[in-house]
């Protein structure tokens, strides 16, 4: 079993920046890929980054490329999120994902490469 706490959401203005945490534990040791989907109003879960084990890949939302920074910390079980010039349409529910099966491998940037997930961080950007 593993269980995701994240932090970090808000309300910010167009243009700010925003880091959201996850921290994992149980068998955090096991993890392969942990990742971020969001979630806006109306609209279908999408992907936005994710990130290896070992920290070596990582791959972006063509939405999100380079504003948005995913890097992981295998000391503190965390991966965290630098979101950088936020938009408006950044706004969503933001969800923490990990993967212990290892389907994450040939599904990284989909929801079913992912059994594990986050409580969801709301990040608004305001105009």
């Known amino acids: 079993q593993v269980q995701l706490v994240q932090s970090g959401g808000g309300l910010v203005q167009a243009g700010d920046s925003l880091r959201l945490s996850c921290a994992a534990s149980g068998r955090a040791f096991s993890i392969y890929f942990m990742g971020w989907f969001r979630q806006a109003p109306g609209k279908e879960r999408e992907f936005v980054a994710t990130i290896s084990r070992s920290g070596g890949n990582t791959y972006y939302a063509d939405s999100v490329k380079g504003r948005f920074t995913i890097s992981r910390d295998n000391a503190k079980n965390t991966v965290y999120l630098q979101m950088n010039s936020l938009k408006p349409e950044d706004t969503a529910v933001y969800y923490c994902?990990?993967?212990?099966?290892?389907?994450?491998?040939?599904?990284?940037?989909?929801?079913?490469?992912?059994?594990?997930w986050g409580q969801g961080t709301q990040v608004t950007v305001s105009s």
């Open positions: 994902a990990a993967d212990l099966s290892g389907r994450s491998l040939l599904f990284v940037n989909a929801e079913n490469g992912y059994d594990y």
